[in-house]
């Protein structure tokens, strides 16, 4: 086989490697995880969560490309905002509204703990007793596509078990319970997390995990405000 149909043969079988990870579109489907706490509710009042404010900063840095580049050790993604490109490391398109999604994910699993009388989502934060309020500071994702300085010919190391990809998932994300009467500050915290995976020729994991990077985040939540509405129920009955 001549070298040009050679090099081409492995640029064919690269395309097809990263094809196969990117034919499929995302879609954020978030199912609440916590369970009704003992004894609740413990406030009886009604949350309000609205939409979450996005303070991401929305740069998009996507060079897979450069991989091709001789003595490049791979091409990368670097995304502020993951859900504006239409392909990423191992998927395609992602269907994602991060303020309204992760704002009604936070609804759901407190609504679920029965903490509180009622919990919703909704475009009205005055409706409720309290305020959910919500800022997301980072969704930044970072995918690698390792071609080990060999340009177009480096899937061929993939073949014999090297890794394919390296992708990283961040979420950060700022929320504040407050009393929508006094103004009282009953929770104000910040939360971060993060996800590491390596691709492989034979195994193209998800690179879209912000789902259960979120899961994390509400588990936290949860514990969060259950110890601080049971200390103020301590606090409460110790004055009386």
Same mark, same amino acid.
């Given at each position: 086989?001549?070298?040009?149909?050679?090099?081409?043969?492995?640029? =064919? *079988? &690269?395309?097809?490697a990263i094809? /196969?990870?990117?034919?499929?579109? $995302?879609?954020?489907? #978030?199912?609440?995880? +916590?369970?009704?706490?003992?004894?609740?509710?413990?406030?009886?009042?009604?949350?309000?969560?609205?939409?979450?404010?996005?303070?991401?900063?929305?740069?998009?840095?996507?060079?897979?490309?450069?991989?091709?580049?001789?003595?490049?050790?791979?091409?990368?993604?670097?995304?502020?905002?993951?859900?504006?490109?239409?392909?990423?490391?191992?998927?395609?398109?992602?269907?994602?509204?991060?303020?309204?999604?992760?704002?009604?994910?936070?609804?759901?699993?407190?609504?679920?703990?029965?903490?509180?009388?009622?919990?919703?989502?909704?475009?009205?934060?005055?409706?409720?007793? =309290? *305020? &959910?309020?919500?800022?997301?500071? /980072?969704?930044?994702?970072?995918? $690698?596509?390792?071609? #080990?300085?060999?340009? +177009?010919?480096?899937?061929?190391?993939?073949?014999?078990?090297?890794?394919?990809?390296h992708i990283?998932?961040?979420?950060?994300?700022?929320?504040?319970?407050?009393?929508?009467?006094?103004?009282?500050?009953?929770?104000?915290?910040?939360?971060?997390?993060?996800?590491?995976?390596?691709?492989?020729?034979?195994?193209?994991?998800?690179?879209?995990?912000?789902?259960?990077?979120?899961?994390?985040?509400?588990?936290?939540?949860?514990?969060d405000v259950?110890?601080?509405?049971?200390?103020?129920?301590?606090?409460?009955?110790?004055?009386?």
């Open positions: 086989m001549c070298k040009p149909c050679f090099r081409d043969l492995v640029g =064919l *079988v &690269l395309m097809a094809a /196969s990870g990117c034919a499929s579109q $995302k879609m954020w489907v #978030y199912a609440p995880k +916590a369970k009704p706490v003992a004894g609740g509710p413990l406030l009886d009042k009604s949350v309000a969560v609205p939409a979450f404010t996005d303070e991401r900063p929305n740069v998009n840095k996507n060079y897979v490309a450069l991989y091709l580049i001789p003595l490049m050790p791979f091409g990368w993604q670097d995304l502020g905002a993951p859900e504006g490109v239409q392909l990423h490391v191992t998927s395609g398109l992602w269907i994602f509204k991060p303020s309204e999604d992760f704002a009604k994910a936070t609804a759901a699993e407190l609504a679920n703990t029965k903490i509180f009388r009622e919990v919703f989502f909704t475009n009205r934060p005055s409706e409720g007793d =309290l *305020v &959910l309020e919500g800022r997301i500071l /980072s969704t930044r994702y970072k995918g $690698k596509l390792l071609t #080990y300085c060999l340009s +177009a010919y480096g899937p061929l190391l993939w073949f014999v078990g090297a890794p394919a990809g990283r998932n961040d979420l950060q994300i700022a929320l504040a319970l407050k009393d929508n009467k006094t103004g009282e500050t009953i929770l104000e915290t910040n939360y971060e997390v993060s996800l590491v995976r390596w691709a492989w020729l034979y195994y193209m994991p998800e690179d879209f995990n912000y789902d259960t990077l979120f899961a994390e985040i509400a588990k936290s939540m949860v514990a259950e110890k601080i509405l049971r200390a103020r129920l301590l606090s409460q009955q110790s004055r009386k």
